[in-house]
């Protein structure tokens, strides 16, 4: 088992909004910041949000990041057959003194 | 531009060693950790361990801690994982990337495949 927990898939119609939650522990999600990656088919992941809510240069405003105690979600919006992909969190985990993953939403745009 | 360019896949046999590369450009290589990720066949992503390279300071996780080790050159700006005796369940593609939260950059992927 993953020490994120990520729902295992969601699905939405083309334009409509979707999130992905992320639920952890103080001593992850609670004390660090949280990274949200998207992993096209046959790809290498690629980060869409850093620091809980920010994103990189050349990533649409379609996605955001939030994050509230111990949990953190992330919203597309706009949907694209393009945004089909894996979505997965990350973070620090302060006691394992390990990076650590959620294990991974797949996203189908109906 | 920042890259990370990986060595290509693999195939080896049980028991036999492995050393898998991954080469750094467009930023200063010893000012962030190099990670390196797990990812089995249809499973998600594992944080394996980081290296620092000014220094190569290593740090792994528990579940992989002395099963794989993670080394640097400087000098060339590459960043390794190695085995010493791979397993069928060594299976997998490995990915690098610059920084561990956020990893801002990832390498390509490279895939090993360990079969008889």
């Known amino acids: 088992q993953s020490v994120l927990t990520q729902p295992p898939s969601v699905s939405a119609a083309p334009g409509q909004k979707v999130t992905i939650s992320c639920s952890g522990s103080?001593?992850?999600?609670?004390?660090?910041?949280v990274c949200w990656y998207q992993q096209l088919p046959g790809t290498a992941p690629k980060l869409l949000i850093s620091d809980n809510n920010k994103r990189p240069s050349g990533i649409p405003d379609r996605f955001s990041g939030s994050k509230s105690g111990t949990s953190a979600t992330l919203g597309i919006t706009g949907l694209q057959t393009g945004d089909e992909a894996d979505y997965y969190c990350?973070?620090?985990?302060?006691?394992?003194?390990?990076?650590?993953f959620g294990g991974g939403t797949k996203l189908t745009v109906l | 531009e920042v890259q990370l360019v990986q060595s290509g896949a693999e195939v080896k046999k049980p028991g036999e060693s492995l050393r898998i590369s991954c080469k750094a450009s467009g930023y200063s290589f010893t000012t962030y950790w190099i990670n390196w990720v797990r990812q089995m066949p249809g499973k998600g992503l594992e944080w394996m361990g980081r290296?620092?390279?000014?220094?190569?300071?290593?740090t792994y996780s528990p579940s992989f801690q002395g099963h794989v080790t993670i080394s640097a050159d400087k000098s060339i700006s590459t960043a390794y994982l190695q085995w010493s005796s791979l397993k069928v369940s060594d299976t997998a593609m490995y990915y690098c990337?610059?920084?561990?939260?956020?990893?801002?950059?990832w390498g390509q992927g490279t895939l090993v495949t360990v079969s008889s």
């Open positions: 103080s001593s992850n999600i609670g004390n660090n910041y």
């Open positions: 290296i620092d390279p000014s220094d190569s300071y290593t």
């Open positions: 990350g973070t620090w985990d302060s006691s394992l003194s390990a990076g650590v």
């Open positions: 990337a610059r920084r561990a939260n956020p990893a801002d950059y």
